[in-house]
């Protein structure tokens, strides 16, 4: 096993805060060639089984080659909770091809991207964390409120942090737009920049508000509709959520 596959399971050992005798896994790992599955969307895996996999995935596989683990991809839909088996894909170096194989659960379970939000990933989870499986970059997604609350704390940081404000209430964003005049309403767990609202002031008690999704989308208007544009914006994302930053 490479340096970088070995740093990469002791990394994963120490966020679990194990003893060193627990470093003794890496080493049986070594010896038998550990069994790492990597959990992707449903969308990837239609694509791998169709012979078009992304190329990050497929990097992956060849970056395998010298890893010299059994890697193999999976999602959430290709579990089977009642026997605990995976009907998952593995790339065939030799053919050029993905090709099904069914797999028990893995050692180390590797996330890129694959669903956390359902009740049959609960099920995963909690019976990973039953027999020790042991996971990489598994954290779904991070609060944004709570990574700044944490920043804050920190002095060397805080100079360097944008003024920032939970929006609970409309009264948050009438504070805000007191105080400045140009704001980014961004979603607690949004990502890939989608969940992003810029809003401007205007003359004359006028607002700009724009975001991005398949394209710019631009508005203007008074306190009220964008109050209610707000509201609509964020709930089509997360549905019953207000829990929405405020950056100056």
Known sequence: MPNTLKYVLRVCLSIYH????????????????????????????????????????????EANLKAATELFFFSIKDVDSDEWTIDGVYYDHAEKKWRRKEYPLPEVLYNRGGSCKSKAFDALWDKCRELGVHTINWICGFDKWETYSVLRRTPLLRPHLPVTRLYQSPKDLVVMLRKYDQLYLKSCKGRKGLQVLKVTKLAGGEYEYSHYRHGLHIKNGGIYKLLKDIRSFFRGYYPGSNQTNLAG
């Not at 060193?20 to 239609?46: H, R, S, W, Y």
């Open 18 to 61: 194990l003893n060193k005798g627990d470093i003794k896994l890496v080493e049986k790992l070594e010896a038998k060639q550990p069994l790492i599955g990597v959990f992707v969307t449903v969308k990837n895996m239609a694509m791998m089984r169709r012979q078009f996999p992304p190329e990050r995935l497929l990097m992956i596989a």
